[in-house]
């Protein structure tokens, strides 16, 4: 079994004395897994960097073998990324939320996504708008088209922390302390104020705590706790 694809690395371990397990997002084939021999060297070692885009050819007898990967540079960030730190930091963030998606399933949209947001100035909105499409793919993505308790679509201020659905400014009014704030730039192409970034990585935070990371038993990534600050800082 063979075959050859672009990825961007997400993460790497080390295996044994010299080698590494290499874990990349691929386009087409989603994360994947695999062993690279001498990924300890130091000409390996600047080419396996979180962030940086690379060329995989990966081999296997059987196709559910870890397999070896053979790598080639295509986009070095690394260096760039740690002149950087929020965007070392979203970058870092990125990669854990890309490791939540189940092994060899494709999610080429999430990838383009992470792949705009690393490449561009730090954007908070663009975070939460990621983070929106990372619970979809994982299946448990909010309906924010319309209000929960009365149907209408317009005028959506508050979303269920129970079911995930949006809710009226009118129909949430009585219930306000129960329900989370929805920013009005997640359901429309307004522009988002700091206060705005803040209360959407709040929302996206919440389900992503109740519904991702509380059932794996995982820790949330405590690099977002310091980037939600940086990105909703007003200036």
Same mark, same amino acid.
């Given at each position: 079994? &063979?075959w050859?694809? &672009?990825a961007?690395? $997400?993460g790497?371990r080390r =295996?044994?004395e010299?080698s %590494?397990?290499?874990?990349?997002? %691929?386009?087409?084939r989603?994360? =994947?897994l695999g062993l690279v021999?001498? *990924?300890r060297?130091?000409?390996l070692a600047? %080419?396996l960097q979180?962030?940086?885009? $690379?060329?995989?050819?990966?081999?296997?007898?059987?196709e559910d073998?870890?397999g070896? +990967?053979s %790598?080639?540079l295509?986009?070095?960030?690394a260096?760039?990324? $740690? &002149?950087?730190r929020t965007?070392?930091?979203?970058?870092?963030l /990125?990669c &854990?939320h890309?490791? /939540?998606l189940?092994?060899?399933?494709? =999610?080429d949209r /999430?990838l383009g996504?992470?792949l705009?947001?690393?490449?561009?100035?730090?954007? *908070?909105?663009?975070?939460?708008? +990621?983070?929106?499409t990372?619970?979809e793919?994982?299946g448990y993505?909010?309906?924010?088209t319309a209000?929960?308790?009365t149907?209408?679509t !317009? !005028?959506l201020t508050?979303?269920s922390?129970?079911?995930g659905r949006a809710?009226?400014?009118?129909?949430?009014?009585?219930?306000l302390d129960?329900? /989370?704030?929805?920013?009005?730039f997640?359901?429309?192409r *307004?522009?988002?104020?700091? =206060? !705005?970034i803040?209360d959407?990585l709040?929302?996206? *935070?919440y389900f992503?705590?109740?519904?991702v990371?509380?059932?794996?038993?995982?820790?949330?990534p405590a $690099?977002r706790d310091g980037?939600?600050?940086i990105l909703?800082?007003e200036d």
């Amino acid at each position: 079994m &063979e075959w050859t694809g &672009e990825a961007l690395l $997400i993460g790497v371990r080390r =295996h044994g004395e010299t080698s %590494v397990i290499a874990e990349a997002m %691929v386009a087409g084939r989603g994360r =994947h897994l695999g062993l690279v021999r001498g *990924g300890r060297t130091r000409r390996l070692a600047a %080419v396996l960097q979180p962030g940086n885009t $690379i060329q995989l050819t990966w081999r296997a007898r059987l196709e559910d073998q870890l397999g070896m +990967f053979s %790598v080639e540079l295509l986009e070095a960030r690394a260096a760039a990324l $740690i &002149e950087d730190r929020t965007r070392l930091y979203l970058s870092q963030l /990125l990669c &854990e939320h890309l490791r /939540l998606l189940p092994e060899r399933d494709p =999610h080429d949209r /999430l990838l383009g996504m992470a792949l705009r947001l690393i490449d561009s100035p730090p954007d *908070g909105a663009a975070l939460a708008r +990621f983070e929106l499409t990372l619970l979809e793919e994982l299946g448990y993505g909010l309906d924010l088209t319309a209000c929960a308790v009365t149907g209408v679509t !317009d !005028d959506l201020t508050h979303v269920s922390p129970k079911s995930g659905r949006a809710v009226s400014r009118a129909a949430a009014a009585p219930y306000l302390d129960r329900l /989370l704030p929805l920013p009005s730039f997640l359901t429309s192409r *307004g522009n988002a104020s700091p =206060h !705005d970034i803040k209360d959407a990585l709040s929302l996206t *935070g919440y389900f992503l705590q109740s519904q991702v990371w509380g059932p794996r038993q995982l820790e949330h990534p405590a $690099i977002r706790d310091g980037l939600v600050g940086i990105l909703s800082k007003e200036d």
